[in-house]
T-cell receptor, first 116, second 112 residues
Framework: EAAVTQSPRNKVAVTGGKVTLSCNQTNNHNNMYWYRQDTGHGLRLIHYSYGAGSTEKGDIPDGYKASRPSQENFSLILELATPSQTSVYFC???????????????FGPGTRLTVL | GDSVIQMQGQVTLSENDFLFINCTYSTTGYPTLFWYVQYSGEGPQLLLQVTTANNKGSSRGFEATYDKGTTSFHLQKTSVQEIDSAVYYCAMRATGYQNFYFGKGTSLTVIP
């Protein structure tokens, strides 16, 4: 069974503060993703990674950084949090093996972030 | 460029009603199409995937097909139940690309 975990599950931060959201996967998947979910926008891709040491910008990367120190871990970093970053954040992992074009993404349970 | 459009934002049905959710896609490649379901307080999870046009995928009473001619794909269920209340996302993965394109989601409420 695929397993993606996120921490913390809930976070309240102050404007201007630094926030780090963590994700761990035990699927041995190469690919990992960070999305935010907002009403009316669905899931929007922030950053993604194809393996340890790599990070790529997604569709809405401004204000966010990402770090992939190992196959299992992928972090999302808000250096200077703003109220507009209040959202629910989801991490996902996916199989990138050649030919596995149908491979699904496995999502974590989400982190609810409130920036005051 | 590649994209997925999901127009229905909210759908309210009564139990035993017929459900139909439609998405359209755009890609220059060969798509694999997915439907994800998200229950309250959880992350999205795969409901169905369809890899071949005009073939059906089915799971938990839901069926999905896609029409290459109209570049559309849809999710249907003959008789919805209250437990089906959730947000449903369509998604596309184009051949050779590792990222997904998600629709904006359809929030389904089923009234008992």
């Amino acid at each position: 069974e695929a397993a993606v975990t996120q921490s913390p599950r809930n976070k309240v931060a102050v404007t201007g503060g630094k926030v780090t959201l963590s994700c761990n996967q035990t699927n041995n998947h190469n690919n990992m993703y960070w999305y935010r979910q907002d009403t009316g926008h669905g899931l929007r891709l922030i950053h993604y990674s194809y393996g340890a040491g790599s990070t790529e910008k997604g569709d809405i990367p401004d204000g966010y950084k990402a770090s992939r120190p190992s196959q299992e871990n992928f972090s999302l970093i808000l250096e200077l949090a703003t109220p507009s970053q209040t959202s629910v954040y989801f991490c996902a992992s996916g199989d990138a093996r050649l030919g596995v074009n149908y491979a699904e993404q496995f999502f974590g349970p989400g982190t609810r972030l409130t920036v005051l | 460029g590649d994209s997925v459009i999901q127009m229905q934002g909210q759908v309210t049905l009564s139990e035993n009603d017929f459900l139909f959710i439609n998405c359209t896609y755009s890609t220059t490649g060969y798509p694999t199409l997915f439907w994800y379901v998200q229950y309250s307080g959880e992350g999205p999870q795969l409901l169905l995937q369809v890899t071949t046009a005009n073939n059906k995928g089915s799971s938990r009473g839901f069926e999905a097909t896609y029409d290459k001619g109209t570049t559309s794909f849809h999710l249907q269920k003959t008789s919805v139940q209250e437990i089906d209340s959730a947000v449903y996302y369509c998604a596309m993965r184009a051949t050779g690309y590792q990222n997904f394109y998600f629709g904006k989601g359809t929030s389904l409420t089923v009234i008992p």
